[in-house]
């Protein structure tokens, strides 16, 4: 158990509707980061959070956005949704940012179905 | 952007081999992550590396920052091994990981 936890564990929605995902980080995590696995992409890094401040975007779309909260624990909405959407959303904490030796702890990650 | 390349995509082994999963990558980084995901779908992180070599238990992983590449080894592999096993590499600052697109191990018994 890394400590990194998110909910919920599967979602099934239809095309067009917005979902909200949740993560809570490690205890004393600052930053969250956010990716998506899907079969043709593979993984990739949507966007980080530091201590409730956006620190870096990676290949997140439009329709997506994200927040982290006072008390650290981070949001990914989803909206306007396709089919291509569906995957794996993982969210991983570490304890600060810009180091290069902080390790990475992954949630057990949301599967998000589209139909 | 770094584009990260493993190698190999899948390999199949019998119980006790020694095993070797290598990633190279384009641009220098600050840090290489080896990461394991079981049928399930969860990550667990296995490795960070800036430089050199770290071991745990019957896992090795080794760096060569001059030529871009990393290994990680398994020894005496088991079933239980069987994952896929993802290289991840990060620059400096605070951007998040770039991944290989994995190796799928099997072990059999």
């Known amino acids: 158990d890394s400590g990194v936890t998110q909910t919920p564990k599967h979602l099934i929605t239809a095309t067009g509707q917005r979902v909200t995902l949740r993560c809570s980080p490690r205890?004393?995590?600052?930053?969250v980061y956010w990716y998506q696995q899907s079969l043709d992409q593979g993984l990739q890094f949507l966007i980080q959070?530091?201590?409730?401040?956006?620190?870096a975007k990676g290949n997140i779309l439009e329709r997506f956005s994200a927040q982290q909260f006072p008390d650290l624990h981070s949001e990914l909405n989803l909206s306007s949704l396709e089919l291509g959407d569906s995957a794996l959303y993982f969210c991983?904490?570490?304890?600060?940012?810009?180091?290069?030796?902080?390790?990475?702890?992954f949630g057990p990650g949301t599967r998000l179905t589209v139909l | 952007k770094n584009e990260v390349e493993q190698s190999p995509q899948n390999l199949t082994a019998q119980e006790g081999e020694f095993i070797t999963i290598n990633c190279s990558y384009s641009?220098?980084?600050?840090?290489l992550h080896w990461l394991q995901q079981h049928p399930g779908g969860g990550i667990v992180s296995l490795f960070m590396?800036?430089?050199g070599k770290k071991k745990h238990g019957r896992l090795i992983a080794t760096i060569n920052i001059q030529e871009k590449h990393s290994s990680l080894h398994i020894t005496a592999s088991h079933p239980r091994d069987s994952a896929v096993y993802i290289c991840?590499?990060?620059?400096?600052?605070?951007?998040?990981?770039?991944f290989g697109k994995g190796t799928h191990l099997i072990i059999q018994p």
């Open positions: 641009v220098g980084i600050s840090a």
């Open positions: 205890s004393g995590d600052l930053s």
């Open positions: 991983a904490s570490t304890p600060s940012w810009g180091s290069s030796y902080n390790e990475q702890f």
């Open positions: 590396l800036s430089s």
């Open positions: 959070y530091y201590n409730g401040e956006e620190r």
């Open positions: 991840a590499v990060r620059g400096g600052g605070a951007d998040g990981l770039t």
